[in-house]
Nanobody
Framework: QLQLVESGGGLVQPGGSLRLSCAASGYTFDYYVIGWFRQAPGKEREGVSFIDSSDDTTYYANSVKGRFTISRDNAKNTVYLQMNNLKPEDTAAYYC????????????????WGQGTQVSVSP
């Protein structure tokens, strides 16, 4: 069974940067699509970014396009989310998720989820 552990969250000022990590263990990581989601208090969970397993194609929500970059290092079984120019509206708990099909992950129905890491953007 695939296990996911997020790290890298914290408190940052607007305009600052953070890099989130999603470390996988328990199964071969290479064939899984990885997605980053976030959920702020009182709001629905939002898909932020996804990286396909077959060709490393990346996808971004319009709200983060140009500011966030997703990447994967299969040798380290880790996916990263580099977040630059952070805004207060980026404040949320961030989760990574994994499954074999990109449609499943994008729909929020991934089989595997991490426990989340908190990102807070405030002056």
């Amino acid at each position: 069974q695939l296990q996911l552990v997020e790290s890298g969250g914290g408190l940052v000022q607007p305009g600052g940067s953070l890099r989130l990590s999603c470390a996988a263990s328990g199964y071969t990581f290479d064939y899984y699509v990885i997605g980053w989601f976030r959920q702020a208090p009182g709001k629905e969970r939002e898909g932020v970014s996804f990286i396909d397993s077959s060709d490393d194609t990346t996808y971004y929500a319009n709200s983060v396009k140009g500011r966030f970059t997703i990447s994967r290092d299969n040798a380290k079984n880790t996916v990263y989310l580099q977040m630059n120019n952070l805004k207060p509206e980026d404040t949320a708990a961030y989760y990574c998720a994994a499954d074999r099909a990109i449609g499943t992950v994008v729909a929020g129905h991934a089989a595997y989820w991490g426990q989340g890491t908190q990102v807070s953007v405030s002056p």
